[in-house]
């Protein structure tokens, strides 16, 4: 999403069964099933609507989407022969930030969200405002189960950047399915559309906005 972004932020969600990072990617998965979540999906830290092709790992560019939410999480274990070089290149230069965003990306494309929270939060020591990482930090904490978390990640981002798209996506689908404010995710959304008018998924962010308006008649 990201590159249901995020971005970047979970106990109050239990993680997916399967799922933005720091690349013009989209995290293109028709509502998928989180923690409840019955509608939309998260955008990764750069999006670039409708790409679904698979590319580069690289900080703040390139394209390359997340796999689909319901696909089967790998293992740290398992990604030793892709991370080998990678980490190899670590040791070479441990403050590589393309390095540290590509062994991030590696992890949470294939949903080992321990390990790519590690590596986006070595990268941001080095890149703090970097909105992409930022972003894709947030999602995989979300991802991991931890929702407050990925909305202080969003809002870190957001205060960066404050009308970043995905972002705001993002921080909608947290806000709504994991600490269950559908007046928080309506603004965030409200905020995205009035702030980019020519946003590409309005349609899909208009429904988002009537089923939380629904969500909120429907409290207690």
Same mark, same amino acid.
């Given at each position: ?5 995020? $971005? ?19 995290? =293109? ?12 999906? =998260? ?10 092709? +698979? ?10 989407? /997340?796999?689909?939410?319901? $696909?089967?999480?790998? $293992? ?9 070089? =990678? ?9 590589? =930030? ?17 390990? +790519? ?26 991802? $991991? ?11 870190? +981002?957001? +205060? ?26 309506? /603004? ?33």
């Amino acid at each position: 999403m990201a590159k249901q972004k995020p $971005s970047v932020n979970r106990p109050p969600a239990p993680p997916p069964a399967g799922v933005w990072t720091s690349r013009e990617a989209y995290l =293109l998965a028709a509502i998928c099933l989180l923690c409840g979540l019955a509608a939309g999906y =998260l955008f990764r830290g750069s999006a670039s609507p409708g790409n679904a092709l +698979a590319g580069t790992d690289i900080p703040s560019g390139g394209k390359a989407p /997340a796999p689909e939410a319901a $696909s089967q999480p790998a $293992s740290k274990e398992s990604l030793r022969p892709l991370a080998t070089p =990678l980490l190899k290149a670590l040791e070479l230069d441990p403050k590589s =930030l393309n390095t540290l965003v590509q062994l991030g990306n590696l992890y949470y494309d294939h949903q080992v969200y321990p390990e +790519a929270i590690r590596y986006y939060q070595r990268a941001l020591e080095i890149r703090p405002n970097d909105v992409n990482v930022r972003t894709d930090l947030g999602t995989a904490y979300w991802y $991991s189960g931890f929702a407050e978390k990925a909305v202080e990640e969003y809002q870190k +981002a957001l +205060a960066i950047q404050e009308h970043y798209p995905q972002t705001l996506f993002n921080l909608g689908i947290v806000k709504l399915e994991g600490l269950k404010d559908p007046e928080g995710a309506i /603004a965030a959304w409200q905020k995205l559309l009035e702030k980019n008018p020519q946003y590409p998924e309005k349609e899909r962010v208009l429904g988002l906005i009537e089923q939380a308006k629904q969500r909120k008649k429907a409290r207690p």
